[in-house]
C-alpha cells in the first residue's frame, strides 16, 4: 500500500484562516459594497440558488469581493432598520421613503471615516440553543430585547434561515456594545454552521444585515494502490479509504466486476483522487479522478470526464461509459448467499422450491441500489417476500427487490429512479432465514440468472466529447501508468 500526496494547491484562502478577523476586515468592505456596486453572480458555493429579489428597501444578493476568488463570496442582505408599526404610522409613506433615503446617504459618508477608526470590541457572549428555542426565548436570556427581535425577523426570510431554523446544541455568539449593561441592543450575531458556512448578522447604520460567509476547500490529489486480502471493504480501509471513496470505487466497476461474486484475494487497485482539507485539516473525500482495478488477472480502467453541463461520469480509456444500462449487483458490498437456481430445496418451507433470483447478505440497514433506471412498479408488501419493491426499465426488463426492513423514505409507485439511487434497505421481512435481498431480473417476464443474463450495451461518450475527453485521460492514464512503476520499483 502507498500513499503520496501529488498536488498541494495554493492557499489561496488562508485570508479566512480567522473568520472572526475576517468578519471584522471586511464588515466595511461588504457593507461599502451594497451601497455602491452590487454584482449578481451564479456561481459558487451558494450562489446557484439565489432568485437575488431586491425591492425599495429589501436587497439580497451575491456579491463578489475584490481580489477574492469568485468562488468566496458573501451573501447579504440587508433592510433599513424598521420602526415599530406603532411609532411608525405617524409618518406617511413618502416622508419615510425620504428619510430612509437621507439615511442611506448620510451612512454612506460616515462609514468611510467610521473605518478610519477602531471598531468598537463587542461583549461576545454564547447562547446554545435549547430544544424549542427561537429568538424570542434565546435574546431575553441574553438581556436583549423583542425589539431586537422584530428588528432582525424584518430581515428577508431567504437570509436569515439559520436563524428560524435553530437545531438544539447550536452555538449563538451575541455581540452587544460594553458598557450598555441595562439598555443592551443587539450589534452583531455569529453561528458556525459547519467549517464551511458561518452566518453573521451585522448592524449596521441603516439596519441589520445578515450574510453567509463561506469557504472553499482546499482540494488535494490523492493517489492509493491496495491489494485484496479478503473483502474490498476491509481492503480498502487497509490502505486507508474511506467508505465513501470504496463505495465510489465498487460503484464505478460495478458494471464489471461483480464484487460479490468476482473478487479474489491478490487483486489490485489504484485509485487516484480528490481530498478536502480545511486549515490543513482534512475534512472529506472528493471525487475518484481515475480508477483501476485488476480483477482475476483483467485490468479495468476508469476516467471521470465531466461535460460542458458540469455532469461527471467515468469511461473507459477507449471512451466507453463505465455505466451500462444494468449493473450486476444492487448491494456493491455484500455476499452472494444463495444463488438462481431452479431446482432448489426452500430453506424455510422445506420444499421443492425453485430459487429465481439471487440473495446477497448483508448488514440490516445496507442500502439497496436500483440496478438500473426505471419506474416503480411496485411497492407494499408481497407475501413471503416481505417488502418489496419492483421497478420497470422500460419495454422489457423489470426487476425485483424482496426482504427490505424499509423503503426509502418518500418513493411512491411511479416514481422514477436513477441507476445507483437508493430504493430500499435490507432487512428479512416475510419468509426470510436472516437479513438479506432477494433480487430478481426479469426479461419479458421470465426469470433470468441475474448473475449471468446477457445484459444492454453501454453508452458511448457523445463524440463532440471524444477530442476533449482524451485530453482529460492522457495525464490520469500515465500517472495509473507510473503508480505500477513505483510499486514493482518499491517490490510490493
Ligand atoms: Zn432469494
Redo the contacts with the bound molecule.
Keep these: 500500500m502507498k500513499r503520496n500526496r501529488l498536488v498541494r494547491s495554493s492557499k489561496h484562502n488562508a485570508i479566512f484562516s480567522d473568520s472572526v478577523n475576517y468578519f471584522t476586515r471586511y464588515r466595511y468592505l461588504a457593507h461599502f459594497i451594497i451601497l455602491g456596486v452590487i454584482v449578481f453572480s451564479s456561481t459558487g458555493f451558494i450562489g446557484s440558488n439565489d432568485e437575488g429579489t431586491g425591492s425599495m428597501t429589501l436587497h439580497s444578493n451575491v456579491i463578489d469581493l475584490p481580489g477574492l476568488p469568485a468562488t468566496e463570496q458573501v451573501k447579504t442582505s440587508y433592510r433599513p432598520e424598521t420602526v415599530p408599526p406603532v411609532i411608525n404610522t405617524a409618518l406617511s409613506t413618502e416622508t419615510e421613503t425620504a428619510l430612509q433615503q437621507a439615511e442611506v446617504t448620510a451612512s454612506e459618508q460616515t462609514h468611510v471615516t467610521d473605518t478610519q477608526q477602531n471598531a468598537p470590541d463587542f461583549n461576545w457572549e454564547e447562547i446554545i440553543v435549547k430544544a424549542g428555542d427561537n429568538l424570542s426565548l434565546i435574546f431575553p436570556r441574553s438581556g436583549l430585547t423583542a425589539r431586537d427581535v422584530y428588528n432582525i425577523t424584518q430581515l428577508e426570510k431567504d437570509a436569515i434561515k439559520p436563524l428560524l431554523n435553530l437545531k438544539p446544541g447550536q452555538t449563538i455568539h451575541l455581540g452587544t456594545l460594553p458598557g450598555e449593561e441595562d439598555g443592551k441592543s443587539l450589534e452583531a450575531l455569529k453561528i458556525v454552521l459547519n467549517p464551511l458556512e458561518t452566518f453573521y448578522v451585522d448592524k449596521l447604520e441603516m439596519g441589520y444585515e445578515a450574510k453567509m460567509v463561506t469557504r472553499d476547500v482546499d482540494v488535494r490529489q490523492q493517489q492509493v494502490t491496495g491489494e485484496i486480502e479478503n473483502s474490498l471493504f476491509l481492503s480498502g480501509l487497509t490502505a486507508g479509504l474511506s467508505d465513501k471513496v470504496i463505495m465510489e470505487m465498487a460503484y464505478i466497476f460495478g458494471w464489471d466486476i461483480d464484487f460479490a461474486l468476482d473478487l479474489r484475494k491478490g487483486d489490485r487497485f489504484k485509485l487516484i483522487y480528490d481530498e478536502h482539507f480545511l486549515d490543513d485539516e482534512k475534512i472529506g473525500d472528493g471525487e475518484i479522478l481515475a480508477a483501476e482495478f485488476t480483477n482475476r488477472g483483467k485490468t479495468f480502467r476508469a476516467i471521470r470526464f465531466t461535460d460542458s453541463e458540469g455532469r461527471g461520469q467515468y469511461y473507459s480509456p477507449e471512451g466507453h461509459s463505465m455505466r451500462k444500462t444494468f449493473t450486476r449487483t444492487p448491494v456493491p458490498l455484500s455476499r452472494i448467499s444463495?444463488r438462481f437456481n431452479p431446482n432448489r430445496k426452500h430453506p424455510v418451507l422445506k420444499t421443492n422450491r425453485p430459487?429465481r433470483?439471487v440473495?446477497y447478505a448483508a448488514k440490516t440497514g445496507t442500502p439497496i441500489l436500483a440496478t438500473g433506471d426505471g419506474k416503480v412498479a411496485f411497492k407494499g408488501t408481497k407475501g413471503g417476500y416481505g417488502r418489496t419493491v419492483i421497478l420497470s426499465h422500460g419495454g422489457k426488463y423489470t426487476t425485483l427487490y424482496a426482504h427490505m426492513s424499509r423503503y426509502k423514505k418518500g418513493m411512491r409507485t411511479g416514481q422514477r429512479v436513477r441507476q445507483g439511487q437508493t430504493i430500499g434497505y435490507i432487512g428479512s421481512s416475510g419468509l426470510a432465514t436472516g437479513p438479506h435481498l432477494?433480487y430478481e431480473f426479469r426479461v419479458n417476464g421470465v426469470h433470468r440468472n441475474p448473475l449471468t443474463v446477457a445484459l444492454p450495451k453501454a453508452q458511448p461518450l457523445p463524440k463532440k466529447y471524444q477530442t476533449d475527453f482524451k485530453e482529460q485521460a492522457t495525464p490520469f492514464l500515465a500517472q495509473l501508468d507510473a503508480l505500477q512503476e513505483t510499486n514493482i520499483a518499491a517490490g510490493d
Design positions: 444463495s430459487h433470483g440473495d432477494h
